[in-house]
């Protein structure tokens, strides 16, 4: 079943999250904390994000996880002054935990070589503008172009890209506004199922999220706590519900901290 305010999350969930010792809220970045920019240096937060998440973080009651796929290194900044917050970062490769302690996982030789030739063969195409290597991938931008210009680059990209989907090792994963070449595992599933590898079963928990990257996460946890699609438009998703941003996001986050506080 597919809600968005009309028909709200259930009271029960709220109901356990406000009994509950600790509870855990998993989070995307662009599309569901933030909204789309052309400049992604400049994708930050919708302004009543951050506070909510400290309010949140200050009940002592939560487990906040930010799980995006961009690197830690180019979220970090954007999530200013939040500081106690964990964050799993290129889909679950790079791992930066509440403490500052920084891991990343190991990737196969062959298969990083494979990345830096499809990174060398994006620049000889034209595309090393448009392009970003980043722990365990490779993603080409069109965000903010014309129509044109997006299926130019678009046909380019999958060009070079697409022989490298016979490595069994590899993806080729489209999101909103661009593609990339990544490994296989870990993804946003596993993330979320190593996260949840030391909660209690009965602990409330809520991953939320926007792109088609999030769907392997929202199929991780469905049955294990809720998964919200937030986007402006409805498609179709794992996810048990759908929340339109910012405004019925902010709303959520809201009662997620108001019962913590009850």
Known sequence: MHLSSENPIPATFFDALRAASTSVLLLDYDGTLAPFQTERSRAYPYPEVVPLLEGILDTGRSRIVIVTGRSIADVRPLLNPLRAVEIW??????????????????????????????????????????????????????????????????????????????????????????????????????????????CPPQTPVAYLGDDHTDEAAFRALNFRGITILVRSEYRRTNAQFWLHPPHELIHFLQQWSDCLRA
Do not use: N
């Open 89 to 198: 970062g290129s889909h679950g490769i790079e791992h930066l935990s509440v403490d500052g302690i920084y891991s990343q996982s190991e990737i196969p030789a062959e298969t990083a070589a494979s990345l830096s030739d499809a990174m060398s063969r994006l620049t000889a195409a034209g595309l090393a503008d448009s392009a970003e290597a980043k722990p365990g991938g490779v993603a080409v931008h069109w965000r903010g172009l014309s129509t044109d210009g997006t299926k130019e680059i678009y046909t380019r990209a999958h060009k070079c890209l697409r022989p490298f989907m016979q490595h069994p090792g590899l993806k080729l994963l489209e999101f909103d506004g661009g593609v990339e070449l990544r490994v296989a595992h870990p993804h946003k599933g596993d993330a979320v199922t190593a996260i949840l590898s030391g």
